[in-house]
């Protein structure tokens, strides 16, 4: 028997762990010290990397920021669930506070939510009051719809009895307040616990930056200037596009050494409250955000940039787990199951996801059926300038290839493998013809799979 599975050892879980999720919008993969990149100082991310499992294979299957969302709450993909932007998430769905609540556990929402269909047309969002019904059956909820403007955030929601909190501005920039607030309920649960009053908990801390516009505290701003900024080789050297790739990326790699230093925060919280062992902490982002790299900017493109994010697992030291790095292929719809698999919890019927807690937890056996590829969509464009502005469908695969469609047509497919900065688009190529149908095919599948419907391909 393990030592961890024996409860009368001194480290044995006493009950089963909290999960806190992490998430920025618009954070790419690429923009972190430990996937690599020379331009950012993250160590507190770093270290959750380093003691935990990173894969390599984090995916934003629907690279924006509401869809993306619908996906991550719901467990349904976005075509049945959030299918564009300020599209809003039918409340008679159940979410991921649902199952998290019938183990008995406290579920916290705090932050940004951007699944309630306000139209920013109508007015500004931050304004906007989410009513209590469409707060995902969080027991505590304390946010607001969409905010574009950091240092002027207001907030609003209902505490853990129920009692409504008017919209009040939060005194600093959002990621260090709402972190704050994410700091106050970590200390709330320990004093529960300290009362006796033991229960579990669910967390979910959602800011808006790494997003633009992008700007930080002094601090971190003085940190970064765009003559030295490192530009990814896909960049084209083009002046409009470099100078404003370099002014954008010192204000945004600014805005995540800050995150990264509210993470230590946390981290910090959890440890001097003796509840770092107990919790997993799962670090990722909804979409990331192209910065020039194919001559694009911001997302819903299918390039590497926009639609590849971060995906750390970390924390839980106390229960029996694996460190190190992964390829696994993680989308959206898999961190609800994944998250009720590390916690030892059912995943339900509704949710379309695949519980990867096996790559943290040892012992644990992987589903026979887990897919070789995760399913990439825009099923309704933006319309914005410098976003994808037609919809696609695609894959990308566990042995490296991608391949996307616009409807009647093929459209990309690289050989992430020889090709990571998807240089080479062999998608019309006659030589690949075979792979093409291999992967359209798959694409296809997927399709088929998830009952998405509308979408027409072409026949090769």
Same mark, same amino acid.
């Given at each position: 028997?393990?030592?961890?599975?024996?409860?009368?050892?001194?480290?044995?879980?006493?009950?089963?762990?909290?999960?806190?999720?992490?998430?920025?919008?618009?954070?790419?993969?690429?923009?972190?010290?430990?996937?690599?990149?020379?331009?950012?100082?993250?160590?507190?991310?770093?270290?959750?990397?380093?003691? $935990?499992?990173?894969?390599?294979?984090?995916?934003?299957?629907?690279?924006?920021?509401?869809?993306?969302?619908?996906?991550?709450?719901?467990?349904?993909?976005?075509?049945?669930?959030?299918?564009?932007?300020?599209?809003?998430?039918?409340?008679?769905?159940?979410?991921?506070?649902?199952?998290?609540?019938?183990?008995?556990?406290?579920?916290?929402?705090?932050?940004?939510?951007?699944?309630?269909?306000?139209?920013?047309?109508?007015?500004?969002?931050? !304004?906007?009051?989410?009513?209590?019904?469409?707060?995902?059956?969080?027991?505590?909820?304390?946010?607001?719809?969409?905010?574009?403007?950091?240092?002027?955030?207001?907030?609003?929601?209902?505490?853990?009895?129920?009692?409504?909190?008017?919209?009040?501005?939060?005194?600093? !920039?959002?990621?260090?307040?709402?972190?704050?607030?994410?700091?106050?309920?970590?200390?709330?649960?320990?004093?529960?616990?300290?009362?006796?009053?033991?229960?579990?908990? !669910?967390?979910?801390?959602?800011?808006?930056?790494?997003?633009?516009?992008?700007?930080?505290?002094?601090?971190?701003?003085?940190?970064?200037?765009?003559?030295?900024?490192?530009?990814?080789?896909?960049?084209?050297?083009?002046?409009?596009?470099?100078?404003?790739?370099?002014?954008?990326?010192? $204000?945004?790699?600014?805005?995540?050494?800050?995150?990264?230093?509210?993470?230590?925060?946390?981290?910090?919280?959890?440890?001097?409250?003796?509840?770092?062992?107990?919790?997993?902490?799962?670090?990722?982002?909804?979409?990331?955000?192209?910065?020039?790299?194919? $001559?694009?900017?911001?997302?819903?493109?299918?390039?590497?940039?926009?639609?590849?994010?971060?995906?750390?697992? $970390?924390?839980?030291?106390?229960?029996?787990?694996?460190?190190?790095?992964?390829?696994?292929?993680?989308?959206?719809?898999?961190?609800?199951?994944?998250?009720?698999?590390?916690?030892?919890?059912?995943?339900?019927?509704?949710?379309?996801?695949?519980?990867?807690?096996?790559?943290?937890?040892?012992?644990?056996?992987?589903?026979?059926?887990?897919?070789?590829?995760?399913?990439?969509?825009?099923?309704?464009?933006?319309?914005?300038?410098?976003?994808?502005?037609?919809?696609?469908?695609?894959?990308?695969?566990?042995?490296?290839?991608?391949?996307?469609?616009?409807?009647?047509?093929?459209?990309?497919?690289?050989?992430?493998?020889?090709?990571?900065?998807?240089?080479?688009?062999?998608?019309?190529?006659?030589? !690949?013809?075979?792979?093409?149908?291999?992967?359209?095919?798959?694409?296809?599948?997927?399709?088929?799979?998830?009952?998405?419907?509308?979408?027409?391909?072409?026949?090769?």
């Amino acid at each position: 028997m393990s030592a961890f599975a024996d409860p009368s050892h001194p480290r044995a879980p006493k009950r089963r762990p909290n999960v806190i999720w992490i998430f920025g919008d618009q954070h790419r993969q690429q923009a972190l010290g430990c996937y690599g990149d020379p331009n950012v100082h993250t160590p507190n991310i770093d270290r959750l990397a380093s003691s $935990g499992v990173m894969s390599t294979g984090g995916i934003g299957g629907f690279p924006l920021c509401c869809p993306y969302r619908g996906a991550l709450l719901s467990g349904r993909y976005p075509h049945q669930s959030v299918p564009g932007h300020e599209h809003q998430l039918d409340p008679s769905l159940p979410t991921i506070a649902h199952p998290f609540n019938d183990a008995g556990y406290h579920t916290a929402y705090i932050g940004k939510w951007h699944v309630d269909g306000f139209h920013e047309q109508d007015g500004r969002a931050a !304004f906007h009051t989410i009513a209590s019904e469409r707060r995902g059956g969080f027991k505590q909820w304390i946010g607001y719809e969409n905010n574009n403007a950091q240092w002027d955030c207001w907030v609003h929601g209902h505490d853990e009895t129920g009692s409504e909190i008017p919209h009040y501005r939060l005194p600093g !920039f959002e990621t260090d307040e709402l972190t704050n607030l994410t700091i106050d309920y970590i200390k709330d649960r320990s004093e529960q616990e300290m009362a006796g009053n033991e229960q579990p908990f !669910f967390a979910v801390l959602s800011v808006q930056p790494p997003h633009n516009p992008y700007e930080a505290p002094a601090e971190w701003m003085a940190r970064h200037t765009p003559g030295n900024i490192k530009l990814r080789p896909n960049v084209p050297d083009i002046p409009r596009i470099t100078e404003r790739a370099r002014r954008e990326l010192a $204000g945004y790699y600014a805005m995540i050494e800050n995150l990264d230093w509210n993470v230590g925060r946390i981290m910090q919280t959890l440890i001097e409250h003796d509840l770092y062992d107990d919790t997993h902490i799962i670090f990722f982002s909804d979409h990331g955000d192209c910065h020039g790299s194919q $001559g694009q900017f911001l997302k819903t493109n299918p390039y590497e940039e926009s639609m590849r994010v971060p995906m750390i697992f $970390g924390g839980g030291r106390r229960y029996v787990h694996k460190c190190g790095q992964t390829n696994t292929l993680i989308n959206h719809v898999d961190l609800g199951p994944t998250s009720l698999g590390l916690c030892g919890i059912d995943v339900p019927d509704w949710m379309q996801g695949n519980d990867y807690s096996h790559l943290r937890i040892h012992g644990k056996q992987a589903a026979a059926d887990l897919p070789d590829s995760a399913y990439l969509q825009l099923v309704i464009p933006t319309g914005h300038g410098y976003s994808c502005g037609v919809p696609y469908r695609g894959v990308v695969t566990t042995d490296g290839w991608k391949y996307i469609c616009m409807e009647h047509q093929p459209w990309l497919m690289f050989n992430l493998n020889e090709d990571p900065y998807e240089q080479a688009n062999m998608a019309q190529n006659p030589a !690949f013809a075979s792979k093409r149908k291999e992967l359209h095919d798959k694409t296809r599948a997927w399709a088929d799979r998830t009952d998405d419907r509308d979408f027409v391909f072409a026949q090769l």
